[in-house]
């Protein structure tokens, strides 16, 4: 995200010998002075720490010991976490804004704060937490920006605190394998709640009220939000989530060990360095220098075959996860929170991007199922086979897909396939089980597309980001940045979109539509029939989800 260029402006010329120039907190890391947005009304907390660098490769985080004594600077971003280079790209697209860190380090467990300027610790304003997406191998709380919902939210009267944080993506927050000690094991997420911890520890000292917390996220964040309901902290560090295009599924949550096999990336990696897979090979990697590690690690981001190589597992006791999601889903073993949780029209023709698009010549019908067949029996983990009959079925299911928005039949198949199994049929399935129990929930379909970007795309996934404006640039010109923003923040203080937005309700199964100059409510049936039977328990055990 770009600072507003007043931010830019006041940090340029804030003093270097700290005082009373800026906007100032006392937290538990230290006492830090701030910036103050002159243009915007809104004070900037950057690059707080909320925990210690970590004492080894892989290790949990560690409370801070010691707060300095000294006044620090929060001006700036703190160091990102490890990753690729740039965003990843589709269609020419990338799948985040640019990082905007000091570098690039394993010490990087920072958190950012926005507020209404003259905040004061009485004020006890509501907060929303925001956990960046990125597929879990990539992100940072650097490449977002609060400003504009702070100010929109004094201009409602709703005044509210945003709050972002950093954590370990990739092999540096998500190793998987049966070498790995339980504690290294889904450390990312670890890394989420010890941030949540610390932001409801600090609230006050920023104005907030620790008691008022909404977590939100897209993407990976927003499946971690449906994560911290799974798996819930013995502190509660919020009262309620709203989670976009992320569901608790998250893909398939392979067995930690499955990352051992060959052509697995614990496997790939153990290779590259020269650990192996065997007893030794966890500690020797993380004895690895760091500048020899790194660029060896993100060889393993790219596995043969395709597929995200790292991200949450199933594991055992202390690895954060030690049931898979899907089993704690159906049986309504989560927290019974108030939540927002939906999904983007055409959220697989972001992932799906080119591929099938550009094959040349286009494949005949024969061929296209050939491909689609392996396409779909790939999304399979924990050493699975979807049998042949379900994928006839399945390839049937999408043989007429209903948004034919590329001249490739393939690659519109391929993309609803991957918008039902990947984000809507795992959604609908927790609305399912969220609504039967009466948990205060609702849904939304987001279904605008970006003008200036390729029409193949539609309302893909991320695209609902734009329109939010806490990162992404250029923001559209229109009337559904405000009113979208105007969910969040009436949700962030009140524990309700609005009187305008019901609950969803199986029987109705209502949702709220956001598309320009006609968000309003919508039955929510668009291919019910596929994404009834990708939910089937029989179909979710072939794919693995199960184990």
């Known amino acids: 995200m770009f600072l507003h260029s007043s931010l830019f402006l006041v940090v340029s010329v804030l003093p270097a010998a700290l005082g009373s120039t800026g906007p100032a907190v006392n937290t538990t890391s230290g006492f830090y002075v701030g910036v103050h947005d002159t243009q915007n009304e809104v004070d900037a907390f950057l690059g707080l720490r909320f925990a210690e660098a970590p004492l080894a490769r892989f290790t949990p985080t560690t409370p801070i010991s010691k707060a300095p004594e000294v006044p620090q600077a929060a001006i700036a971003f703190g160091a990102d976490c490890p990753q690729l280079p740039a965003p990843l790209t589709s269609g020419g697209i990338p799948g985040g804004p640019p990082l905007r860190g000091s570098n690039r380090s394993e010490d990087c467990f920072f958190v950012n704060v926005w507020r209404p300027a003259g905040t004061s610790t009485k004020d006890r304003l509501p907060i929303l937490v925001s956990i960046f997406g990125g597929g879990y191998f990539l992100g940072s709380g650097s490449e977002w920006n609060g400003t504009s919902l702070v100010r929109r939210s004094v201009a409602t009267k709703k005044p509210m605190i945003f709050i972002n944080f950093n954590y370990r993506t990739g092999v540096f927050g998500f190793i998987g394998s049966a070498q ?240 039902d199994y990947l984000f809507l049929a795992p959604n609908r399935l927790f609305l399912e089980v969220a609504s039967a129990r009466k948990q205060d929930v609702w849904a939304y379909s987001f279904q605008q597309p970006l003008a200036g970007f390729p029409d193949f795309l539609g309302a893909f996934h991320t695209s609902d980001l734009y329109y939010l404006d806490v990162g992404f640039f250029p923001v559209p010109i229109g009337r559904l940045t405000s009113q979208l923003q105007d969910f969040y923040i009436a949700f962030t203080n009140d524990l309700t979109p609005g009187s305008d937005w019901p609950k969803y309700e199986e029987t109705s199964r209502i949702a709220m539509r956001f598309l320009e100059g006609q968000v309003g409510l919508i039955t929510d049936t668009v291919r019910r029939n596929q994404t009834n039977f990708l939910n089937q328990i029989d179909v979710m055990e072939e794919f693995g989800r199960f184990g």
């Open 180 to 419: 790995a000690p339980s504690l290294a094991l889904n450390a990312g997420l670890q890394d989420q709640r010890d941030a949540l911890r610390w932001i409801q520890n600090n609230a006050e000292a920023f104005g907030g009220n620790g008691s008022r917390i909404t977590i939100t996220g897209e993407s990976a964040g927003g499946s971690s939000v449906h994560m911290h309901l799974l798996y819930p902290d013995s502190q509660r560090t919020f009262r309620a989530g709203l989670g976009s295009s992320g569901t608790s599924l998250v893909e398939n949550t392979p067995a930690c060990a499955w990352h051992d096999r060959p052509g697995g990336a614990y496997n790939i990696l153990g290779n590259i360095t020269g650990c192996g897979i065997g007893p030794g090979s966890f500690k020797c990697l993380q004895d690895i220098p760091f500048d020899t590690f790194l660029p060896l690690a993100l060889t393993t981001y790219s596995p043969p075959g395709g597929g995200l190589p790292w991200g949450p597992c199933k594991g055992p006791q202390g690895s954060f996860i030690d049931e898979y999601p899907a089993k704690k889903v159906i049986a309504g073993n989560f927290l019974n929170v108030p939540i927002i949780t939906g999904t983007n029209r055409n959220e697989g023709n972001f992932l799906v991007g080119t591929t099938f698009i550009d094959i040349t010549p286009q494949p005949s019908i024969d061929e296209e199922n050939s491909i689609l067949n392996g396409f779909i029996g790939g999304q399979a983990t924990n050493f699975k086979n979807v049998s042949q009959e379900t994928l006839d079925k399945i390839i049937g299911l999408y043989a007429h897909p209903t948004d034919n928005l590329s001249n490739s039949s393939l690659s519109n198949r391929a993309a609803q396939f991957a918008t």
